[in-house]
């Protein structure tokens, strides 16, 4: 089990919270931190008509993005990203498994906190359900 997550929660997730996008380390306290963008990984599939599996998202996005942090050369740009991006990634949101209703009210939550603190958030789902609580406190 996993003591060190976003809110403190205990996560028993085999698929959350291993490294961070373009390999930021896991910034658990985003609120407080100097980051204008916080990205937010959202493990969830409970909504996917037919076959599930996009839980695994926001890990599959984040070990891309790996790919990103070495290969600057070969991009139009002249400089690297982490370091002129003010960026945290915050893990995934630990939910009840299974309770979509416990997953809505987190995210919503979390994401209210993020924009009272004057951040931007960037969401990995996870399924298209995992937009409706992050666009509902967004108004």
């Avoid at 089990?1 to 809110?7: A, D, R, V, Y």
């Avoid at 599939?45 to 599930?52: E, L, N, V, W």
């Avoid at 290969?71 to 400089?79: Q, S």
Wanted: glycine content about 10%.
């Amino acid at each position: 089990m996993k003591n060190c997550t976003l809110g403190n929660e205990t996560d028993n997730s085999l698929i959350s919270n291993a490294f961070g996008f373009l390999r930021f380390p896991l910034n658990f306290q985003p609120y407080s931190s100097d980051a204008d963008w916080v990205i937010t990984g959202v493990p969830f599939d409970m909504a996917t008509s037919g076959r599930a599996g996009t839980r695994h998202g926001p890990g599959a996005i984040r070990q891309i993005s790996t790919n990103l942090a070495w290969e600057g050369h070969r991009w139009p740009w002249h400089f690297d990203m982490r370091e002129r991006l003010k960026v945290v990634d915050c893990g995934d949101l630990v939910f009840n498994f299974g309770d979509a209703q416990d997953m809505s009210d987190k995210l919503q939550a979390h994401t209210e906190k993020l924009l009272a603190a004057g951040k931007r958030c960037l969401t990995f789902g996870g399924d298209h359900f995992v937009t409706l609580p992050s666009i509902t406190c967004s108004r």
